[in-house]
């Protein structure tokens, strides 16, 4: 990782979404490491307070706008040579509430992102792609040029994103890389709101003494993928020069399949060093969730072969860090 963040010094990026979980975690980490950073965020899902420690760094810009304005698109593109697209709208059940929104911002949205740059040259243009877009694809572990049927308005929308990558490389010659995301977790993540994902979510009631509800059983099991993980391969996405790993999509994720039950057992472990009491706490089992995949897992092959992805951290480290970070900020 080490030798990727000494090429960051003086490049000029822009981060859409980059108050939110991921996006702020990518501001610090690139400003921390000389690069100039511009984020734009209209605040839908993201925090200002996110961005407390860089707010009034000299190599840091902050845009507040919306990626469905066309003209905030082409402002903010300017001047920077990368684009760092995670902004969307999140969450299955959210996006069959309002599959119109969803598309609004995670598909029109992503379409003004991509004239923009073209229209502006960018060098590069990285998105947040999702492992929802493998649907009901039963085979495990879920390798790239293997995907079926999306499940959910979100899976469509990011699959949507993927296939316009790929024509505005070949139509207009900007180069896209896709990363489908494998439920990232860790510092920052919201564990508020309707939507929370599900580990700052269980943390926070945990934390409570409060029982979590899980959807069904707590067979179902995912490749929760820290978020230093997920930073790194922006980095190498951004910034290799290898022709061959560019327009295309990854798996981004640890290749390490965990359930539910499995998971909980591991957050009440690590927060019961702070509080035993947490390690007592009983969990509750409700109904399935419509839209979710039973089983996820990622093949990292083709992101290790072709970009030297390397994920420092299984999700027993990730745990222990995403733990003792929402311990402190979170009492």
Known sequence: M????????????LITGGA???GSNLCEVLIENGAEVACLDNFATGHKYNLDAIISHPNFTLIEGDIRDITTCHQAVSNVDYVLHQAALGSVPRSIKD????NEVNVGGFLNMLIASKDKGIKRFVYAASSSTYGDSVGLPKQEDIIGKPLSPYAITKYVNELYADVFHKTYGIDCIGLRYFNVFGRKQDPNGAYAAVIPKFTKLLMNHESPVMNGDGTYSRDFT????VIQMNIRAMLTQDKEAMNTVYNVAYGERTDLNELVAVLKTELGQFD???TTVEVKYGSKRAGDVPHSLASIDKAKSRLGYDPQYSIKDGLKEAMSWYWKNLK
Request: aromatic share 8%; hydrophobic share 40%.
């Open 2 to 13: 080490q030798e990727i963040l000494t090429q960051l010094d003086g490049k000029k990026v």
């Open 226 to 229: 820290y978020i230093d993980n």
């Open 276 to 278: 035993e009491a947490i």
């Open 20 to 22: 939110g979980f991921i």
């Open 99 to 102: 599959p119109a929104t969803t």
